[in-house]
């Protein structure tokens, strides 16, 4: 089964960036959609961003957009998340997923999402 894990997460003042990234195991990386979601303190878990298989479209949340950029290297197996301009509002723990449904484009729902990392903490400081 596929192993997903982030890093690249930390501590950085408002106005800042930050690149995460996520390992996937395994050999069939390129068939997946692949989504990022956060979850702050006392929220539920919210999508951030997602990006197609072929890397063609990417998709993102309001609060993100303009902000944030959702990237893959497939022969890296490798998604990534660069995130500038951020704000106190974007601190959470950021997950990457993995979306095994190719019918269509990437979802924005949790529970439709087959696999999943630990997780990786962003703080953004005023």
């Known amino acids: 089964q596929v192993q997903l894990v982030e890093s690249g997460g930390g501590l950085v003042q408002a106005g800042g960036s930050l690149r995460l990234s996520c390992i996937a195991s395994?050999?069939?990386?390129?068939?997946?959609?692949m989504g990022w979601f956060r979850q702050a303190p006392g929220k539920e878990r919210e999508f951030v961003a997602a990006?197609?298989?072929?890397?063609?479209?990417?998709y993102y949340s309001d609060s993100v957009k303009g902000r944030f950029t959702i990237s893959r290297d497939n022969a890296k197996n490798t998604v990534y998340l660069e995130m500038n301009s951020l704000k106190p509002e974007d601190t959470a723990v950021y997950y990457c997923?993995?979306?095994?449904?190719?019918?269509?484009?990437?979802?924005?729902?949790?529970?439709?999402?087959?696999?999943w990392g630990q997780g990786t903490q962003v703080t953004v400081s005023s």
């Open positions: 997923a993995a979306d095994m449904d190719m019918s269509r484009i990437p979802a924005r729902v949790p529970s439709l999402y087959d696999y």
């Open positions: 395994g050999r069939t990386f390129s068939s997946y959609h």
């Open positions: 990006i197609r298989r072929s890397s063609s479209n990417t």
